[in-house]
Every structure is written in C-alpha cells, then in structure tokens.
C-alpha cells in the first residue's frame, strides 16, 4: 500500500529553495510524518517530522497542512550537496510500526 | 553520534551459499531493522526486532532470517542464496520510547551480488 505520492524527480537551482510536496491523503490521526533523504550510495539520513504544526530544524522546514492531507519539505537555501533522493513518509506513533519509504523524489540541485 | 556499521560495504557469493551480513551499533538503542533497496522499488522492510532474541517479519521476509544474540548485533541470514536476492541491504537502528516517534539512523549499506 503507498501511503504517500510524492513526484519522481524534481530540479532546483542552487541558492534557491527547493519545495518538495508529498501528498498523504489517507493520514489518521496518531501518524506522524518523517522526511528522509538518501544522496548516492549511502544511507537514508533523517531530515525532520512532525504530527500537525510546522517544524524546522537546522535542515529544513516542514510545512503539513491544516488537513494534514499533504506536507511539503522546505530546503531554504538548496546546495549541490543537497542533490539526493527524498523520501516522505507516514508512520503510526502507538504501536512498532515500520517505515514503508516508497520511491521518494530525486531532487537535482543545478549550479 | 549514533554509529551504525555493517560489515562489508560489498560482497559477491554464489548461488546456494549461505550469506550473513552483520550489523553492529553502538548508542544501546533497541530496535533494529533490516531493509533491501532495488531500484524503482524503494527501501523494503525484511526483518526487524525490539529486543534481543525477539524478531519480527517485515514485509518481504522470505528467504531470508534474522538473529539477535545481544543488544548491539543485529544479523541478517539468507539460508540458500539466490540471484534475485542481489541487492543493496541496509540496517538501521532506532530508540525504543516515546510511542516510536523516534528517527531511524541507518547503516552504509551492503551491496550483495550473487551470481
């Protein structure tokens, strides 16, 4: 089951913020969402979640809608280093629930 | 800084040989998971476990099996291995607590051929 729909792939012009969307229509109430990335041949590596507000971290901000139907990661100020493959996820907060990562968004960041 | 390693960051083996792939880390946190990633197809769950001798099945299980000795160590098993389990394997740890909204730190990777 693909719990989000995210576009596969998406450019940005480096300095400039790069604004990935994620669309989680069928959110419930206790799930939480996590934006990983993955830049080539390494591990995912955390990025930031959140359960309603907006968040922001030293990374990036997360803005989730009122809804909570759609969210969109936010890199204010995208690097050739933050080319990498994104990936947004929903995850329940009461039981052990894994992560299901899908196919995420390859963000190409253009000199 | 949480450290994640896996023991080898590539490895071939040949059809019908018994693999194991190791993953070891260091910041005493009790989940540990074992994912593979294909191309197109994501990251999968394959096993996962919330305390020592405990495991659970993730989503593409089979073929596959798991061991979980002590707290640190998180192993995974291909009994039997097969061309279509070539593939990038990823380990990944995560802090028990807080109703499990908690990141997941991941390992570098193990790319397996088997041929």
């Known amino acids: 089951d693909a719990k989000t729909t995210q576009p596969p792939s998406m450019d940005c012009a480096e300095g400039r913020a790069a604004n990935l969307p994620c669309n989680h229509s069928?959110?419930?109430?206790?799930?939480?969402v996590y934006w990983y990335r993955q830049i080539h041949s390494q591990g995912p590596q955390y990025i930031i979640h959140?359960?309603?507000n907006n968040e922001t971290n030293e990374m990036a901000s997360l803005i989730i809608t009122e809804d909570r139907k759609s969210s969109t990661l936010i890199l204010p100020h995208a690097t050739l280093r933050d080319t990498a493959v994104y990936y947004c996820i929903v995850r329940a907060s009461n039981t052990g629930n894994q992560f299901y990562f899908g196919t995420g968004t390859s963000l190409t960041v253009i000199p | 800084d949480v450290k994640v390693t896996q023991s080898s960051r590539y490895l071939v083996k040949r059809t019908g040989e018994k693999v194991f792939l190791e993953c070891v880390q260091d910041m005493d946190h009790e989940n540990m998971f074992w994912y593979r990633q294909d191309p197109g197809l994501g990251l999968r769950l394959i096993y996962f476990?919330?305390?020592?001798?405990?495991?659970e099945k993730g989503d593409i299980p089979e073929g596959y099996s798991v061991s979980r000795e002590k707290k640190e160590r998180f192993s995974l098993i291909l009994e039997s291995a097969s061309t279509n389990q070539t593939s990038m394997y990823l380990c990944a740890t995560e802090m028990s607590g807080r109703a499990f909204v908690n990141e997941q730190f991941f390992g570098p990777g193990t790319r397996l051929t088997v041929l």
């Open positions: 069928t959110i419930s109430g206790n799930e939480y």
């Open positions: 959140g359960l309603k």
């Open positions: 476990s919330y305390d020592v001798k405990m495991k």
